[in-house]
């Protein structure tokens, strides 16, 4: 039915018809993809005059989408989750979705990190030694990235530099601006073209998460990028999402909006403009405190959200959709999808869910190892532990150990906890011990075997 209607068009413009109703639905056609080649073949052959169809209509590729992902106040508060969250939300629209964590440190890749920097170091299907939040984009996306979708301002700059002794500039003197900040876009735009599915089919959204907080000066040069990017990619195909923490002081038990108020600020300062405020708090904020937020940070009230802490991180995406963010972006962005939502939509995220909620059989697992005080630095086999109980219907309670707790020489330096230490493994019903403890633990802690 469209070839024939296009056909009909082409026919009524050789004969000469030009009127304004014509113009207006010709332009329309091009919408539907795949008729701009086919009216460049009716044109090539002659059958079109060129001055009735301009090129430009004949070229209906479709424009990639650009989603940035930026923190306030504090670093660590969930920008991650919640771009994986938006993420699973566009996925399940049925659009191919890819994801870029940006991190601002001088170092080239983590690979030299020791896991109390920022947690574990995760190593990607290609050898990449990436930040773990790629982690999150693979496990939310069911998807498979590559060491460049980690970009840090180290590999940034050893590009730069190495086109700079290639003599690519042609002895010009290289800058932050513009040198710097083009690499970045340009970097940007070559990995959101990359597949990243086992279908090789090449995603129409990509989700930038800025590593950081708004202001820290090792971001700048990011922030600056991102401003010349929205012009250069337009505005239909690029927005903007800040999340910002809203505290709420125990004293006066009422969430607070200044701290957002200067995040938003300084963000706007520096060029952008947030398309929607992601408010991460404790306990849900109240409509009066989306109202606020709203008249001083420059957004309509339904551009600003609640991510309260809830019991898992399956329940983020489902958040998000029940405050509209599914119908927001599909109108910001222009996705060419329908408005309704189908009746299961994030059916298999609900059934996940439901199935975390009402556990009742119980599971203990005890993981021993050299970097336990900080649970990020296990988070690949703390997510593979709680997916496999899950998966046989058990709620985990997993607990830390330090390897050196369960020494003999722990026995004379700190008794009560070596003692302690073993008596919380011998109560585990199961024993996860990491390869990265050490050979010592097996020559200095004799009845580990038998637990």
Not at 197 to 212: A, F, N, R, S, Y
Not at 224 to 252: D, G, I, Y
Request: with cysteine; charged share 20%.
């Amino acid at each position: 039915m469209i070839v024939n209607q296009a056909l009909r068009f082409c026919s009524s413009a050789s004969s000469g018809i030009r009127s304004t109703r014509t113009g207006i639905l010709m332009n329309n056609m091009f919408n539907f993809q795949g008729v701009g080649s086919y009216f460049k073949f009716l044109m090539d052959q002659g059958n079109v005059p060129r001055h009735v169809m301009p090129w430009s209509y004949c070229v209906c590729e479709p424009k990639m989408k650009y989603i940035l992902v930026t923190g306030g106040v504090i670093s660590g508060i969930g920008k991650g989750v919640i771009a994986s969250s938006i993420g699973t939300l566009l996925k399940s629209c049925g659009l191919h979705v890819t994801a870029i964590k940006i991190d601002p440190y001088i170092n080239i890749d983590a690979g030299t990190f020791s896991p109390y920097e920022h947690g574990e170091v995760f190593v990607l299907d290609d050898g990449g030694e990436v930040d773990l939040d790629l982690g999150n984009y693979e496990r939310f996306l069911d998807i498979t990235l590559h060491k460049e979708n980690n970009i840090t301002t180290g590999k940034i700059y050893e590009h730069v530099i190495k086109k700079e002794r290639r003599g690519d500039y042609l002895g010009k003197t290289v800058q932050v601006v513009p040198h710097i900040t083009d690499a970045i876009q340009e970097w940007v735009e070559r990995v959101a073209q990359v597949a990243v599915t086992p279908d090789d089919q090449t995603p129409e959204v990509c989700i930038i998460e800025l590593g950081g907080t708004i202001g820290d000066i090792e971001g700048m040069p990011f922030v600056e990028a991102f401003r010349q990017f929205q012009f250069r990619v337009k505005r239909e195909n690029f927005c903007c999402v800040h999340v910002s923490l809203v505290p709420q002081p125990k004293a006066t038990g009422e969430h607070k909006t200044k701290p957002t108020q200067a995040s938003v600020r300084e963000l706007r300062g520096l060029g952008l403009s947030p398309d929607l405020i992601a408010c991460r708090s404790e306990h849900p904020v109240t409509d009066g405190v989306k109202e606020k937020i709203s008249n001083f940070c420059h957004v309509v009230p339904n551009q600003v959200i609640c991510i309260h802490d809830v019991p898992s991180i399956y329940h983020v995406p489902l958040l998000m959709h029940n405050q509209g963010l599914t119908e927001l972006f599909i109108k910001r962005l222009q996705l060419n999808l329908p408005e309704k939502r189908p009746r299961r939509f994030l059916s298999k995220w609900q059934d996940l869910v439901d199935r975390v909620d009402h556990l009742v059989k119980e599971v203990t697992i005890t993981l021993v190892g050299k970097y336990t005080q900080f649970e990020d630095s296990y988070a690949s086999v703390n997510k593979a532990l709680h997916h496999a109980s899950l998966t046989c219907n058990y709620k985990l309670n997993l607990n830390y150990i330090e390897a050196t707790d369960l020494e003999a020489r722990m026995q004379e330096e700190n008794p009560v906890q070596f003692h302690e230490a073993w008596q919380q493994l011998c109560k585990s019903e199961c024993l996860s011990w990491l390869s990265m403890c050490g050979d010592r633990i097996c020559s200095q802690c004799p009845g580990l075997e038998r637990c």
